[in-house]
């Protein structure tokens, strides 16, 4: 980040009000609800008329939302790539159609798709560095021979490849912890669910659970339970998002840790475009700041969680 990019783009007319598209990845979590609203209510407040799509959780429709999107001639498109790939060749379609996209919280793989040439920028976390951050709170505050079972997003994502490289790399250079097993319950409560029993049933060893979002932390703590133990306690709970629920769990002690992320993409979204119509430069990644929530201030982050 930081580096002033030469733009190759197409240019955004100076307007007070745009029509702009969102294509948003799915619906199936508060965190994705909480993103939604916050873009909705950013229009709104400004006037701006935003064309919605949900992609339900297939990358397919996606890429259809946002061609539709480019056939429509929306003046600028906000995209939350489902899959870092698959969403490459649209990106690029926009911006030979004359149509800016900003990519929102999710990025597309740099080796496809450029900042500065196809895209303007990408806005959101910084996925290696929320999974460094669980990964050394564990080191950390873990006491002894530490076995992890990791619950990875949705396959082909950034957040999935990132949250993983950036835990793993932290874990690998310390020869007391060992990742178990690692795989995907696609980012939802049920599926992670589903795999932390199996996989809590063939790692008996297990005392840590690493779940790359809150919603498979909170379907893993169902499991941990089923499996007559007790979370927090007998097995560690770590978890990436912040919301309500979860931070509510970390203050009753069933997660240890969530480092957050933040899903309030409206106000940054918005003035980014204004910006970039205005002929200011950006860098390939504008990073939010992410606090974190422990045992210690969980409590009192709880009424500004999402
Ligand atoms: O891309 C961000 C991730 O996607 C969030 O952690 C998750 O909850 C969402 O579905």
């Given amino acids: 980040t930081g580096t002033v990019l030469a733009q190759g783009l197409p240019k955004l007319a100076v307007k007070k009000t745009y029509r702009v598209g969102f294509a948003q990845t799915e619906s199936n979590n508060p ?29 397919a429709k996606q890429v259809a939302d946002v061609r539709s999107m480019i056939a429509q001639k929306v003046d600028a498109i906000f995209l939350s790539p489902r899959e870092d790939k698959p969403l490459a060749p649209v990106v690029k379609e926009a911006a030979k159609a004359g149509i800016p996209v900003i990519l929102l919280d999710r990025n597309i793989d740099p080796a496809l798709a450029k900042a500065g040439t ?45 949250r993983k490289k950036g835990f793993d790399d932290v874990i690998r250079k310390n020869p007391q912890f060992k990742i178990l097993a690692s795989q995907t319950g696609n980012f939802a409560r049920d599926t992670g669910r589903q795999v932390a029993e199996t996989l809590l049933q063939a790692n008996p060893t297990a005392n840590v659970i690493y779940a790359h979002n809150d919603e498979m932390a909170i379907g893993a703590v169902s499991a941990i339970r089923a499996a007559g133990k007790r979370p927090g306690v007998d097995i560690i709970v770590l978890s990436i998002d912040g919301g309500k629920e979860a931070v509510q769990m970390v203050v009753d002690g069933s997660i240890n840790y969530v480092v957050e992320c933040n899903p309030r993409f409206g106000p940054a979204a918005f003035k980014t475009l204004a910006g970039y119509a205005a002929g200011q430069k950006y860098p390939a990644k504008v990073i939010n700041a992410d606090r974190d929530y422990t045992p210690q201030n969980a409590k009192a982050g709880l009424a500004s969680a999402y």
């Fill in 31 to 59: 965190w994705r609800l909480a993103q939604t609203k916050s873009m909705q209510d950013e229009a709104r407040r400004l006037g701006h008329q935003l064309v919605y799509t949900d992609a339900a959780g297939s990358t």
């Fill in 118 to 162: 196809d895209y303007v920028t990408f806005i959101g976390s910084d996925f290696v560095q929320e999974g460094q951050r669980v990964a050394n709170w564990l080191v950390k505050n873990a006491k002894g021979k530490t076995n992890i079972i990791e619950l990875e997003g949705t396959t082909g994502s950034s957040p999935a490849n990132d």
